[in-house]
T-cell receptor, first 112, second 110 residues
Framework: DTGVSQNPRHKITKRGQNVTFRCDPI?????LYWYRQTLGQGPEFLTY????????KSRLLSDRFSAERPKGSFSTLEIQRTEQGDSAMYLC??????????FGPGTRLTVT | KNEVEQSPQNLTAQEGEFITINCSYS?????LHWLQQHPGGGIVSLFM???GKKKHGRLIATINIQEKHSSLHITASHPRDSAVYIC????????????FGTGTRLTIIP
C-alpha cells in the first residue's frame, strides 16, 4: 500500500462552479478525515467518517460542502457554487480506530 | 485565544544547533501529535504521545499533561530538517478530531 492518495492534486475553477475531490485512504483504515488549510495557517478540521458513517462535521462545513464515504473506502468532498474564500489546500487523512493519522498530499483549490 | 499555541512562529538556526519548539494547549486532550510539513503540503506524523517522552533518531518529543505543554527537540539540526512543524491535539467530545496549532517554520542554515 502506498499510503493515502488524493485527486486531483490541483484544481483551478471559476467562482460559482462545483468541484469534487477524492480521497483514497490506506486500505485497512476505518477512519477518514477531511481538513482544510489556508496559507500560513494550520489545518482545520472539516469532518470525519468511521467506515461509511459521517460522525462529526465542523461548523466550517457550510451547506455548500458535502462529503460522502459510500462504501467505507474512498471518500469524496464536493463544494457547490465555489467562492473565492474556498481557495485552500484540502487534506485527507486516515487512521485505524483513532491511532496515528496518515495524511494525503492534499488537493490545492484555487477559485478565480 | 487559540486552543493550541506554538512558539516560536519562526525559527532560524545554524546547522548543528539544538532546536526546541514549544506547544501549549488549553483543552482536555487524549493525545498529541507532532507533524512535519514540507513545502508543497505533504504532512508527516512524527510522534503521537499521551504521556512522557518519545525519541526517534534526532527527534525527541515530551509532554506534560498537568501543565498542558509539549516540546519537540531536534538534536544536531541539519538543513533537511527545514520545514513547518505543527502541534495538533486530539480533542472534541469523543476526542476524535485534531485541533492544530499554526505551526513553527524552521530554517536550518548550512
Amino acid at each position: 500500500d502506498t499510503g493515502v492518495s488524493q485527486n486531483p492534486r490541483h484544481k483551478i475553477t471559476k467562482r460559482g462552479q462545483n468541484v469534487t475531490f477524492r480521497c483514497d485512504p490506506i486500505s485497512e483504515h476505518n477512519r477518514l478525515y477531511w481538513y482544510r488549510q489556508t496559507l500560513g495557517q494550520g489545518p482545520e478540521f472539516l469532518t470525519y467518517f468511521q467506515n461509511e458513517a459521517q460522525l462529526e462535521k465542523s461548523r466550517l462545513l457550510s451547506d455548500r460542502f458535502s462529503a460522502e464515504r459510500p462504501k467505507g473506502s474512498f471518500s469524496t468532498l464536493e463544494i457547490q457554487r465555489t467562492e473565492q474564500g474556498d481557495s485552500a489546500m484540502y487534506l485527507c487523512a486516515s487512521s485505524f480506530s483513532g491511532a496515528v493519522q496518515y495524511f494525503g498530499p492534499g488537493t490545492r483549490l484555487t477559485v478565480t | 485565544k487559540n486552543e493550541v499555541e506554538q512558539s516560536p512562529q519562526n525559527l532560524t538556526a545554524q546547522e548543528g544547533e539544538f532546536i526546541t519548539i514549544n506547544c501549549s494547549y488549553s483543552v482536555g486532550i487524549s493525545a498529541l501529535h507532532w507533524l512535519q510539513q514540507h513545502p508543497g503540503g505533504g504532512i508527516v506524523s512524527l510522534f503521537m504521545l499521551s504521556s512522557g517522552k518519545k525519541k526517534h533518531g534526532r527527534l525527541i518529543a515530551t509532554i506534560n499533561i498537568q501543565e498542558k505543554h509539549s516540546s519537540l527537540h531536534i538534536t544536531a539540526s541539519h538543513p533537511r530538517d527545514s520545514a513547518v512543524y505543527i502541534c495538533a491535539v486530539f480533542s472534541g467530545v469523543m476526542h476524535e478530531k485534531l485541533t492544530f496549532g499554526t505551526g513553527t517554520r524552521l530554517t536550518i542554515i548550512p
